[in-house]
């Protein structure tokens, strides 16, 4: 099972539309895909909470063990990751939780935006220990329909192709 995260809180935002049609064309193609979306509900990382953590920290924790690959998509805020998105992952740190894990890192801004956000997050994901992949899938507004899901075919199968090339790179990984 691949999981597969946000980074926008925003449940309109082009990273959440792009998390969801990769999750349904993985589906066409037999890979099982979990969206995770508690990320909004992590208390801000509190070292002192390690030992006995809150049950939503436990349940993220354990999604993210469980996976045996994670697609991330996030959007650049202030140059950087946005603020909970990053809480997410440093609730991760203690338990090990993406230690060696298959991630792939989804780039959906325009062709020139978005590099801050990328570099942060591979910095934040080599202190993971993370097996971290990037793929670039630009997706504009009008990609994405009236209900705010992503319309174009063409864009929503080479979403899907990022999720089944994870999977395949998560069952290498599992069977090492």
Avoid at 49 to 71: I, K, Q
Avoid at 75 to 96: M, Q, R
Avoid at 131 to 159: F, K
Avoid at 167 to 174: D, I, K, N, P, S
Wanted: hydrophobic content about 50%; glycine content about 8%; proline content about 7%.
């Amino acid at each position: 099972m691949i999981l597969a995260i946000s980074g926008s809180l925003r449940r309109d935002s082009l990273n959440a539309a792009a998390i969801r049609a990769a999750a349904l064309a993985a589906a066409l193609a037999g890979v099982s895909v979990r969206i995770e979306e508690s990320v909004r509900e992590l208390p801000h990382f509190d070292p002192d909470l390690e030992a006995s953590p809150p049950s939503s920290v436990r349940r993220f924790r354990e999604a993210c063990e469980r996976a045996e690959g994670v697609l991330l998509a996030a959007p650049e805020y202030a140059f950087g990751i946005p603020g909970a998105f990053k809480n997410a992952l440093d609730w991760t740190v203690g338990t090990g939780s993406l230690y060696r894990k298959p991630v792939a890192l989804l780039a959906v801004a325009p062709p020139g935006r978005g590099a801050h956000v990328r570099a942060a997050l591979d910095l934040v994901l080599q202190a993971l220990d993370a097996d971290v992949t990037h793929h670039s899938v630009p997706v504009a507004q009008p990609d994405v329909d009236a209900g705010g899901e992503i319309a174009d075919p063409q864009l929503r199968e080479a979403l899907g192709e990022v999720v089944v090339e994870l999977a395949h790179r998560a069952g290498a990984a599992h069977a090492a």
